[in-house]
T-cell receptor, first 114, second 111 residues
Framework: DAGVIQSPRHEVTEMGQEVTLRCKPI?????LFWYRQTMMRGLELLIY????????DSGMPEDRFSAKMPNASFSTLKIQPSEPRDSAVYFC????????????FGPGTRLTVT | AQKVTQAQTEISVVEKEDVTLDCVYE???????LFWYKQPPSGELVFLIR??????QNEISGRYSWNFQKSTSSFNFTITASQVVDSAVYFC????????FGAGTRLTVKP
């Protein structure tokens, strides 16, 4: 079975540009999570969805960040405009069930903003 | 506020040694869930174990074991007879009314 798929795996962009990260969760999973990992701040939950509906976006750092889940098999995390401090590894994860279950993580997208 | 503390930033052991990774958590909720994840050098996080607050039984899975003690708010992870392939960053996480990860412990197992 395919795991969580993220694209691109690496992204290098210039400050001010729009960046879109993509995620395909595991089929049948009804929860989707976006995380950011940096050396300074560790692993942070940005937002999560249940049945395509955003449930908690309190971790989204600023209005420059937005996330959507138009259907059960696709989600995007957009940064517009990007800044050098957004450089990080962004992970997508999915899980299923009403009780907190283990999350399956994608390989991550390493974003570098110059 | 909820918090997860992994006081050990880095641990280095020699192969076949036993090693314990500490995790201390804080929450006011009576229902919560604790997790351990492994992040090998490849970067992807891998689930290891989940425990809910009503189940204090210790768990053993091969060389891995977990000790959950509500009295000390700890959920420690022990690797017995460590191997080089155990080298990774290990994260403890807490889910109650929100989700928190610890800062992680980088374990290096030398041959």
């Amino acid at each position: 079975d395919a795991g969580v798929i993220q694209s691109p795996r690496h992204e290098v962009t210039e400050m001010g540009q729009e960046v879109t990260l993509r995620c395909k969760p595991i089929s049948g999973h009804d929860y989707l999570f976006w995380y950011r990992q940096t050396m300074m701040r560790g692993l942070e939950l940005l937002i999560y969805f249940n049945n395509n509906v955003p449930i908690d976006d309190s971790g989204m750092p600023e209005d420059r960040f937005s996330a959507k889940m138009p259907n059960a098999s696709f989600s995007t995390l957009k940064i517009q405009p990007s800044e050098p401090r957004d450089s990080a590894v962004y992970f997508c994860a999915s899980s299923s069930g009403t009780v907190p279950q283990e999350q399956y993580f994608g390989p991550g997208t390493r974003l570098t903003v110059t | 506020a909820q918090k997860v503390t992994q006081a050990q930033t880095e641990i280095s052991v020699v192969e076949k040694e036993d090693v314990t990774l500490d995790c201390v958590y804080e929450t006011r909720d009576t229902t919560y869930y604790l997790f351990w994840y492994k992040q090998p050098p490849s970067g992807e996080l891998v689930f290891l174990i989940r425990r809910n607050s009503f189940d204090e039984q210790n768990e053993i899975s091969g060389r891995y074991s977990w000790n959950f003690q509500k009295s000390t708010s700890s959920f420690n992870f022990t690797i017995t007879a460590s191997q080089v392939v155990d080298s990774a960053v290990y994260f403890c996480a807490l889910i109650a009314n929100d989700m928190r990860f610890g800062a992680g412990t980088r374990l290096t197992v030398k041959p």
